[in-house]
């Protein structure tokens, strides 16, 4: 068995899997998460490098979903 992708929330994906990679679920290209430290902020994901295609990433999607070129698998 390989290892497998788990779908976790952002606040586990910031708090259990900090040092973990991490996709975006819809394009599949390398994502942190981005949020305050207290924890009273709004955490969300943000792309490594910028994707068009990226239905989750509102500022820039074309409309059009599509995979990140750079995926990860
Ligand atoms: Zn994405």
């Known amino acids: 068995m390989g290892e497998a992708w788990t779908p976790v929330s952002l606040a586990e994906a910031r708090g259990l899997y900090t ?3 991490k996709r975006c679920p819809a394009c599949h290209g390398q994502v942190i998460v981005a949020g305050s430290y207290t924890g009273t902020g709004r955490l ?4 490594r490098r910028a994707h ?9 999607y074309v409309g059009t979903p599509s995979p990140h070129p750079q995926a990860l698998t």
């Open 52 to 60: 068009t295609g990226c239905p989750l990433r509102p500022q820039g």
């Open 19 to 21: 040092m973990t990679p």
């Open 44 to 47: 969300k994901l943000q792309h």
